[in-house]
């Protein structure tokens, strides 16, 4: 996946954000953050705690749905499309990659489909 992967007008993916990167995404017009990651996934990871921090210092919504890779189940996909539709703008999911995001987002489509 590239640094960033456009899925809608309300939803843009992408792997792990920095606390440092979180002005940016704010200043780039984004309205919320989706963290999928758990914490402590990876000892270098910045915590859910710090992101939702620096988000909030910006004015963002922060929303932590932590997925084990492999282990999404329909909890996560509610509560992802939840975080979507609660959102006053664009939102910036992220994971260690992306997939677990458009993973979730791509469930979320289909349940709204049925």
């Not at 940016?24 to 990651?37: L, M, P």
């Not at 992802?80 to 539709?85: H, I, P, T, W």
Request: glycine fraction near 8%.
């Amino acid at each position: 996946m590239s640094e960033h992967k456009r899925l809608s007008d309300r939803l843009t993916v992408r792997p792990q954000i920095q606390t440092d990167e979180i002005a940016g995404i704010a200043a780039a017009g984004f309205k919320g953050i989706i963290n999928n990651r758990p914490d402590k996934e990876e000892p270098d990871q910045p915590s859910s705690s710090d992101l939702k921090a620096e988000a909030e210092r910006h004015g963002l919504n922060y929303w932590h749905i932590p997925v084990v890779p492999g282990q999404a189940n329909g909890t996560h996909v509610e509560a992802f499309a939840e975080a979507l539709n609660h959102s006053d703008g664009p939102v910036m999911a992220f994971c260690k990659t992306g997939n677990r995001a458009a993973g979730l987002w791509e469930a979320s489509q289909r349940k709204n489909e049925d």
